[in-house]
């Protein structure tokens, strides 16, 4: 009988062909503007902790006090024995900075979009999705049994078109959208998707995972910075980027939350998060409400690095309006070997590739935490690759 495994090998094989292949790296010590890698220490522009809390003494600090007083684990979901009184403390932040109703707090962002989404809407249902989303929104409406029909990346009058031809033959419809693309810095257009969604009766779920404590001027995310706070829409994101910890949340009406709490699958299933990281995803909320000089000098960072690329004619950015900036690079092979370059030059900024992304790039993420000599020395290195 032939080997019912055999299939896997030759699927690496493949993927390495492609060079589609992936291996973990190693960073030691705690996260920051410069890390080590093997051995090595590096400007690390691959992190996407944006405001560079995630080596706070603060919030290391509140995860220390949080453990012993409320031990390692949850030990049980939050609907039996996992729930604690800081989980309520933090939903409160999130509603509080968001400026909704109330929020809910899953034990990550993935879990947060595929449980969202799985309650949601069903197989009498419609999804549009983006065609650029993350694989949490994907996966979260291909595990919902929705028909999905994804549109052009960005392209509201596509939207509306089909819109028109499929909303009236379905239940009930739900639009998603990344707000800030992890993997192009660019932003949705979200004001003009939730007239859409106001006129053809749909839902709008927006994953502020790369916006929260970022975008707006509290640090809200997207929908602040389009001035969007107060229409009714589902709000999603994770706690593990600028707020330094991790987890996720949903963001919303009072009755949308209590609606997730009793029908969302990988909230009622999964054991709370974590005293540690609940606890420190608050001290990051407070220091993001607190302390705006760190966004303001994030924004400095984003601002100085895109001058000094324009210098560089053989750098173009895709478009961007994020501390993410990429440039986009001919194939796989040669995204690998511009990463290999800038890692010798102590530069850590990854190369990205298909099927992560259509076209393989560089990924640059700034960090408040980032000196003005760091993104010097990135653009000089940049300069000297050929």
Partial sequence: MPDPY??????LLTIHRADWYRSVQTIHGRPGATVF?????VINFASNDYLGLAGDERLIAAAVAATQEFGTGSTGSRLLSGHRELHHQ????????????????????YLANMGAIAALVGKRDLIFSDQYNHSSLKNGAILSGATIIEYSHCDVTELKTQLLQQRQNYRRCLILTDSVFSMDGDLCPLPELLDLAEEFSCMLLVDEAHATGV???????????????????????????????????????????????????????????SPADTAAALAAINIVIQEPQHRMQLWH?????????????SRKL???ASPILCFQLSSASEALEVGKQLKQAGIFAPAIRPPTVPTSRIRISLMATHQTAHIEKLVSVLAGIK
């Fill in 37 to 41: 890698l093997a051995g090595q220490e």
């Fill in 301 to 313: 960072n984003v601002n100085y690095l895109k001058e000094l690329l324009q210098r560089l004619p």
């Fill in 6 to 11: 055999a299939w896997l090998q030759n699927s």
């Fill in 318 to 320: 895709l478009p961007s």
């Fill in 90 to 109: 933090l939903e409160k932040a999130i509603a509080s900075l968001k400026q909704t109703e109330d929020a809910v707090v899953f034990s990550s962002g």
């Fill in 215 to 273: 975008m707006g001027k509290t640090g809200a995310g997207c929908v602040e910075h389009f001035s969007c706070t107060g229409r009714q829409l589902i709000q999603i994101g994770t706690l593990s980027k600028a707020l330094g910890s991790l987890g996720g949340y949903v963001a919303g009406s009072h009755t949308l939350i209590d609606y997730l709490r009793n029908r969302a699958p990988s909230w009622i299933y999964t054991t709370g998060l």
